[in-house]
């Protein structure tokens, strides 16, 4: 009897290490995340939000997930290289930053790799995926457009300028988005019954001279067009429509916080928590292929009143109880 039991405490013992042992070996099991960027600063601005997503789903940095981070620091023609070099690590997912250009160099270099990106405005136009409910291949992602927005942004500005006639549409036409972008504006432009014009920047050279033009050609306001070059100028831009007395609305919060007017478009804190629950997917077993690429549904407005101020501008309350943030 005495034999059975020491038998029986032998199984149990040995049945509980390799429970621990499984678990451990779970435990174990790491996950290698590459980031490529365009922009400076993404580190700071947007990639914090993707990592606590992905901590809040059990990928620790420095634990069970390895997180590398590469930015071509505003030089497009660095992503090729940076992507190349981040594919020879073979990561479980190639994760790119805002963008369309990281996005195609990410695809370019991520043959068998599942591909991630975070905001590209018109995925489908620039080649990135093949539809939206259907990406195809290794890539999927969110797109950083959505019907309505841009009418939102023209109907801010009538509520800021509401004698002016005619208003100034700031885009870089390199970009698949800003085409499309451009046209739902012109539409709801129609149907305000008020005249829209472009004013290109294809370089950061460019950018006081269209927003210059601008106010010769007698616009009542501006809506700049979010991509990585006006991102990358944003403090320019908001400084010389300041001098110019121009009210200005802006797609991104960072636009806002560099003095621009007021910022309306995609939530991107929500858009990268958003990316971190579907590298999540991906991590385990989903294909990119079966992910539909998503588009935003939540928005943020942001004033600044500063700036309001200090131009002479006045924000009606019909915009400030609208606004999800003041900056004074």
Known sequence: MTDRR?????LAGAALLG?????????AKSFTIAYLALLPGEDRNFVPNFL??????????????????RSAE?????????????????????????????AKAGKAAGEGIPVVFMAVGDPVGAGVVASLARPGGNVTGLSDLAAGLQGGRLQLLREIAPAASLFAAVLNPGT????LAYKELESAAHVAKVELRAFEVRSPEEVTPQLEASKVAG????????????????????????????????????????GGLMSYGTDHGA???????????????????????????????????????????TVPPTIMIRTDEVIE
């Open 6 to 10: 020491s038998l029986m405490k032998i």
């Open 271 to 313: 858009q990268w928590r958003r990316g971190a629950e579907i590298v999540d997917l991906i991590l385990k077993g989903a294909k990119p292929a079966d992910i539909p690429v998503e588009q935003p549904t939540k928005f943020e407005l942001v004033v600044n009143l500063k700036t309001a101020k200090a131009s002479n501008f």
């Open 74 to 102: 505003g030089r497009p023609e660095l992503l090729s290289g940076l992507a190349s070099d981040l594919a020879r690590m073979k990561p479980d997912v190639l994760v790119t930053g805002f963008g369309t250009v990281a």
């Open 219 to 258: 616009a009542g306001g501006l809506v700049i067009f979010e991509d990585p070059l006006t991102l990358n100028q944003r403090s320019e831009i908001t400084a010389v429509a300041s001098r110019l007395g121009l009210p200005a609305v802006y797609g991104y919060r960072e636009f806002a916080e560099a």
């Open 52 to 69: 606590h997503r992905l901590d809040q789903l059990g990928y620790v940095d420095g634990q069970n997930l390895h997180f590398v981070y």
């Open 19 to 27: 429970i621990a042992h499984s678990a451990g070996a779970q435990k």
């Open 176 to 179: 698949p988005y800003a085409a």
